[in-house]
Every structure is written in structure tokens, then in C-alpha cells.
């Protein structure tokens, strides 16, 4: 599983192939020489040069997204994304990209259905601690979505995007034909019951027709899908469910906890769409 997912990595640096060496820490060289060891978590760092510009999720952030998913609340959603993505993956040498994998959630459901291999790619280093050890079977990576993807053409069955960003033409670069790519963006209300008491930030207008339109010059969409969670929290999951998103960036977690203590069982509903994607027709 893990000769799969490394054979369709390339050396950021030289573009070259890779291949995993040592035993611990494992290592991933390339035939130029170019080494990147694993860190004691079992995760590895590609990012050279400057660095990324992306505010990486802290280590506090992780942990209340651990908690929060952890405790099954979303557990539909990691169902129906496992669902959309098994066909794709129907045999050993599929493979899998979990992009924004964060603790590696998602994946793990997506794992437990199929055969695949995989790579999950974040920007924390906090969450790739975690994925990687959800996750030991898959190849885990510090890297920047941003930029060129370190894998090579036409590598990947299944890219998942849950709530992170998406970089549509490396996307197409990397999918196989025939492959689909599921994205899961929040609607309009989602955990609206909530959202304004704990800080949460609020569903940005035209959000799933802004997504369309920026996967539409490599994608055609085959599918969207609605699914609606309803929920029954207490004071430490209101805290976790707003803590783990991007609001946790501007939030303070000890006054919210304060905050939300007092509450014992709140109905909430979680609001998603899921979107399948499939590579454009050429000359579409």
C-alpha cells in the first residue's frame, strides 16, 4: 500500500521519483539524492524554499477537531464520502488524495471501504501528527495546496476535499481519467442554531456556484448532493465544532468554553454539499 501511494510521488525539488527508504525514521529520496526523513510522528515535511503563506491550523485547533469528529457527529458525512468515492477505488493500485486531510478523518472512513492507497496532504503539522497515526497505511505530507502538487500525472483515482481549499488544474493534472474528485463545501445554515452564539463564521453568498465556477475550465460537475445532519450537542462540542474551523484562528478558546459551558443538549443542524467532479471533455 505504501510502495502504491510513493511511486506516484515526485521529488519537489527535481521532479524526479521517489522511492522509501530505512527503516525509522523511513525516508523518501529521489534518485538525485534529495532526502526527506519522517518525522517521529510518522509524517513527512516536503515544503523547501520560503515556506507557505497559509495560516496553519494550531495545535488547539487539532485537538478539538479530533474531539469533535472523533465523537461522531459527523460520521453521515464520512459515510457518504466513502460512498461517493468507492467506485473510483475498486481494487488494489487504486489510489486516493485527500487534500486539507487534516486528522485524517475522512480518509480513514474512505480506507476502511476500499483497497486504495493514499496520500493526505495539510498544511499543519499538528494534523498530519494525528493522521499519521490514523492513518499508518497512507502517506502523509506537510505541503502547500497552492502549489505544484508532488505527485505525477495522471496518478490519482479519487481526490477528496472536505472544507479546504482546491487548486483545480492540479487537480486535473493528477487525476486519471475516469476519476472524480468530491468536494464538501458548508450551505447556507449550516449549524445555524449555533453559529452566531459561538463566533462561528457565516456562509459566504453564491459559495457552491463560485466553486463550479472555478472547476468548470477542467471539470464537468456530475453530481450534487445534499445531506443534512442533525445533531444534539453539549457545551464542550459547541466549543470544539466552532474552535476547529477557520473561526478558531480568531477565537479564544478558554472564553469560549466558559461561554458554552452552562449548555447540556442543543439541536443543531450540520448543512453540507457534496460535490463530484469529473475531467472536462476536451475542448469543453
Request: net charge negative; glycine share 10%; with cysteine.
Amino acid at each position: 500500500m505504501l510502495s502504491d501511494a510513493v511511486s506516484a510521488l515526485r521529488c519537489p525539488v527535481c521532479q524526479g521519483p521517489f522511492g522509501l527508504r530505512g527503516a525509522a525514521p523511513l525516508s523518501l529520496s529521489c534518485v538525485a539524492g534529495h532526502s526527506f526523513d519522517a518525522a517521529k510522528q510518522g509524517y513527512f515535511n516536503l515544503l523547501t524554499g520560503k515556506g507557505t503563506v497559509f495560516e496553519a491550523d494550531t495545535a488547539e485547533m487539532v485537538a478539538a477537531r479530533n474531539d469533535f469528529l472523533g465523537a461522531g457527529h459527523y460520521g453521515p458525512l464520512a459515510e457518504a464520502i466513502a460512498e461517493l468515492a468507492a467506485p473510483v477505488l475498486p481494487a488494489l493500485g487504486s489510489l486516493v488524495l485527500d487534500s486539507g486531510t487534516g486528522t485524517g478523518h475522512y480518509l480513514r472512513t474512505v480506507l476502511d471501504r476500499t483497497p486504495a492507497a493514499a496520500i493526505g496532504i495539510d498544511i499543519s503539522k499538528f494534523a498530519l501528527r494525528r493522521a499519521a497515526r490514523l492513518n499508518p497505511d497512507a502517506i502523509n505530507l506537510v505541503w502547500d495546496i497552492w502549489r505544484p502538487l508532488p505527485l505525477v500525472d495522471h496518478a490519482v483515482d479519487a481526490i477528496i476535499v472536505v472544507f479546504a481549499p482546491r487548486n483545480p488544474p492540479e487537480f486535473a493534472r493528477v487525476l486519471r481519467p475516469g476519476g472524480r474528485v468530491i468536494v464538501v463545501t458548508p450551505r447556507n445554515g449550516h449549524l445555524g442554531e449555533i453559529a452566531e452564539r459561538a463566533g462561528m463564521l457565516g456562509i459566504e453568498p453564491g459559495k457552491d456556484e463560485r466553486l463550479a465556477e472555478s472547476m468548470q475550465e477542467f471539470f464537468t460537475l456530475a453530481d450534487s448532493i445534499q445531506l443534512d445532519v442533525d445533531l444534539k450537542l453539549d457545551g464542550r462540542d459547541i466549543a470544539d465544532v466552532a474552535f476547529m474551523g477557520p473561526a478558531g484562528h480568531h477565537l479564544e478558546r478558554s472564553a469560549l468554553l466558559a461561554s458554552t459551558a452552562a449548555e447540556t443538549s442543543v439541536h443543531a443542524t450540520a448543512k453540507f454539499t457534496l460535490s463530484v467532479f469529473t475531467a472536462a471533455e476536451q475542448g469543453s
